[in-house]
């Protein structure tokens, strides 16, 4: 797999799977203002997270997805939402309507390019 290498400015945030409900984080290089580029993802625990700190990034702006971002790392979804409720950063697969970290009911889903996501705590 190609990596696309990142700026020293690039940081991770978490997110989690809506199928298995595992964390992973996803490295972000800055590319602008206000656009924010995903370059890859990768496994994590929720003691990295928090030892990371990956939890208590917030971020908002515009999204671009790097060529060779990988999705999610535990079941390969290619949609990403944000949880109205908790504001967690979730793969979304069409397979599940609850948020896998707060297990709220998650409503209808529209495209979008701007978001503000971040970790949301725990």
Request: contains cysteine.
């Amino acid at each position: 797999m190609n990596f696309t290498p990142v700026s020293k400015e690039a940081f991770a945030i978490l997110a989690a799977c809506s199928r298995s409900r595992e964390y992973f984080g996803i490295a972000v290089d800055p590319v602008g203002k206000r656009q924010f580029k995903l370059v890859w993802s990768f496994k994590m625990t929720k003691d990295q997270a928090i030892r990371e700190g990956t939890d208590k990034r917030n971020v908002q702006g515009q999204i671009i997805i790097d060529q060779n971002f990988n999705f999610c790392p535990y079941c390969g979804g290619k949609m990403f939402a944000q949880c109205g409720n908790c504001g967690h950063f979730i793969c979304y697969n069409n397979e599940t309507n609850q948020c896998p970290i707060c297990h709220i009911r998650i409503g209808g889903f529209q495209e979008a390019s701007d978001f503000s996501f971040g970790g949301g705590g725990f």
